[in-house]
C-alpha cells in the first residue's frame, strides 16, 4: 500500500490552473480508477501507462489503484497527465524515490513503449510554474517551445526511464536551448505594391494607430497584397506580446511553431468560416480566429460573403479585446487584441464603378450585396477605403518608387513610441474619457465634425473614430495639437466605400 503526489497542469484556455495527481494502492481486486472529472483521452490512459510501465521494465502492481486529479471541478482533458500518473503509481509502489518529487511538476503523453510525445499548452504551464518557484519537466518534442521562457528551472525527457532517473538522483535530462532559427521571417515588403497612393497611406495610419480597415474595390486592385504587409508595418513584438501571442498558438489545436516567435500573427479565415471557428469555442473551450490574430491582424476577404452572424459576432471583441467562451462544464478567457483589415467588392460582379469594366448588377443587386455587412461593424471601422484600378502604364516601370516596408515601419515606431508614453495604449483604444483628453478640438475643427456628422449621419461611435484617426495622422506629422488638414484628412478616410450601380 501507498500513497504519491505528483504536480501537474491542466490545459484550460491560457489560464494552466495547476492539478494535484494523487495516487493510492490498496488492497482489493487489481482494478484503476480515474476520478476528477477526467475526459476520455485522460480515462484512456490507463491503458497507455500500464503498457509503458511494463515496457521500460517497471512492476505494474496488481492493486486496486486510484489516481485522483485535483481539483475535482475542474474538467481535465488531454495526455497531458500519462506522465504525472505513471509516476505516481511508480512512487506508491516505492520504484523510484520520491523527493525530486517536491517542487516539479510534470507534463507528458506517454506513447506504449514509454517514450514521452509532444502535448499542448506547454508556454502556459511554463510560465504558471515559474510563477509559482517549480520544476518543470516536459517532453523532449516540446523542448523548443519550452525554451522560449529565457528563466525557469525547465528539464527535457524522452522517456519515462529518463524522468525515473532523474528522480532517483541521476541528471540525465536536458535544459532545453533557444534555436537561432526562431528569428523572424522577411515579411512582404510594401515597395512590391504598385501605385495605390490612398490605400497605402491608410495602411500606415492602420500600423500607426492600431486602426481597423476595410478596402473597397474591384478584383486584382491589390487589397490581399496591401492587407498581407501589414505586419510588417507594425512594430517588432515586446517580450510580453511575444510569450502572450505563443501561449495562444500553444494551447489551439495547431500548436504553436518556433519558426512564429516574435512574427505578428496574419490570420486569413475563409468566409465559410462559422461563428465557432472565429470567436472560439467547443466543448473544451478553444480560441478562435480573432485569438490567434491577438496582438496582429485579422484579415477577412470577401467581406459581404461571410454570414452577418458570424460578423456581428465580431462587434463584442473589437472593443473589449478579450473573448469568454462559456459551456455547460467549462469557461475560458481568451486574449483578442487585434487589427481588423478587411476586402470587399463594390458589388456582386465585382465591376461597380469601376470605369474599365462593365457593371452586371442592378442598384438592389448592389443595395443588397452591402446590406450583408451590418451598421454597427461598419460603425467600428474607422479606415474606409477605395482601391481603385491602377494605371496601366505603372505595370511596365522598370523601378518601383514607392516607400519600402522599413522606411515606413520607422516613422510607424515613432508615433507609437509617442502614443505609449503620452497614453499607454494606442489612439484605437483611447476610452472616451481619455479621447477628451488627448483628442481635444478647437472650434474650426469642432464646427467641420460637426458639419460632417450632419452631410454623412455619423453616429458619435463613427466621430470618435474620426478623432482618433486625426489623433493619429498628427502623431505622424509630429503635432501637439490636431488641426485642421488632420480631421479633413480623417473625414474623407471614413467615407462610404460602396459603389452605385450604373
Not at 517532453?139 to 524522452?158: D, K, M, T, V, Y
Not at 477577412?300 to 463584442?316: C, H, Q
Amino acid at each position: 500500500m501507498g500513497l504519491a503526489r505528483v504536480l501537474s497542469r491542466a490545459c484550460a484556455g491560457v489560464c494552466a490552473p495547476g492539478v494535484v495527481v494523487e495516487t493510492h494502492l490498496s488492497g482489493g481486486l487489481p482494478r484503476v480508477a480515474i476520478v476528477g472529472m477526467p475526459r476520455k483521452a485522460v480515462t484512456e490512459a490507463r491503458d497507455r501507462v500500464r503498457a509503458a510501465l511494463m515496457n521500460c521494465g517497471f512492476d505494474y502492481p496488481a492493486r486496486n489503484i486510484t489516481v485522483s486529479l485535483a481539483p475535482a471541478e475542474l474538467p481535465k482533458d488531454g495526455g497531458c497527465f500519462d506522465l504525472p500518473i505513471a509516476l505516481g503509481i511508480i512512487a506508491a509502489s516505492r520504484q523510484c524515490r520520491s523527493k525530486r518529487l517536491k517542487g516539479t511538476e510534470f507534463l507528458g503523453e506517454l506513447s506504449l513503449a514509454g517514450e514521452l510525445q509532444a502535448v499542448r499548452g506547454i508556454l502556459p504551464a511554463a510560465l504558471r510554474a515559474r510563477a509559482a518557484g517549480h520544476r518543470l519537466v516536459v517532453p523532449l518534442a516540446n523542448s523548443a517551445e519550452a525554451a522560449l521562457l529565457a528563466q525557469g528551472p525547465i528539464f527535457c525527457a524522452r522517456s519515462l526511464s529518463e524522468v525515473v532517473a532523474w528522480l532517483n538522483g541521476e541528471d540525465v535530462l536536458a535544459v532545453p536551448e533557444a534555436d537561432a532559427a526562431t528569428r523572424p521571417a522577411r515579411a512582404p515588403d510594401l515597395k512590391e505594391v504598385i501605385g495605390q497612393q490612398l490605400p497605402r497611406r491608410a495602411l500606415e495610419l492602420c500600423a500607426a494607430g492600431g486602426h481597423n480597415l476595410l478596402m473597397c474595390g474591384p478584383p486584382g486592385t491589390g487589397k490581399t497584397m496591401l492587407a498581407a504587409r501589414l505586419p510588417g508595418l507594425l512594430p517588432p513584438m515586446t517580450e510580453a506580446e511575444a510569450l502572450e501571442s505563443a501561449a495562444i498558438a500553444s494551447v489551439s489545436h495547431g500548436g504553436f511553431s518556433p519558426d512564429q516567435w516574435r512574427q505578428r500573427p496574419f490570420r486569413a479565415p475563409h468566409h465559410t468560416a462559422s461563428a465557432i471557428a472565429l470567436v472560439g469555442g467547443g466543448q473544451s473551450p478553444q480560441p478562435g480566429e480573432i485569438s490567434l490574430a491577438h496582438q496582429g491582424v485579422l484579415f477577412l476577404d470577401e467581406l459581404p460573403e461571410f454570414p452577418r452572424r458570424v460578423l456581428d459576432s465580431l462587434r463584442e471583441p473589437l472593443e473589449a479585446g478579450t473573448i469568454t467562451i462559456s459551456r455547460a462544464s467549462a469557461q475560458a478567457d481568451f486574449p483578442a487584441v487585434f487589427q481588423l483589415v478587411c476586402a470587399m467588392n463594390p458589388c456582386p460582379c465585382g465591376y461597380a464603378g469601376d470605369p474599365a469594366a462593365n457593371c452586371r448588377c442592378s442598384h438592389e443587386q448592389v443595395q443588397r450585396y452591402a446590406a450583408r455587412i451590418s451598421g454597427p461593424l461598419m460603425d467600428r471601422i474607422d479606415l474606409q477605403v477605395q482601391v481603385l484600378r491602377p494605371d496601366p502604364a505603372l505595370l511596365h516601370a522598370t523601378t518601383m518608387n514607392g516607400e519600402d516596408s522599413a522606411t515606413v515601419r520607422q516613422r510607424v515606431g515613432v508615433a507609437r513610441a509617442q502614443q505609449l508614453q503620452r497614453q499607454s495604449v494606442t489612439n484605437a483604444r483611447l476610452s472616451s474619457n481619455a479621447l477628451r483628453q488627448h483628442c481635444g478640438l478647437k472650434a474650426k475643427e469642432q464646427k467641420l465634425l460637426t458639419r460632417a456628422a450632419r452631410q454623412l449621419q455619423l453616429s458619435p461611435r463613427a466621430c470618435h473614430s474620426i478623432m482618433r484617426v486625426a489623433r493619429t495622422i498628427a502623431d505622424l506629422d509630429g503635432r501637439e495639437q490636431i488641426a485642421l488638414e488632420h480631421l479633413s484628412e480623417a473625414i474623407g478616410l471614413r467615407r462610404p466605400v460602396q459603389a452605385k450601380a450604373p
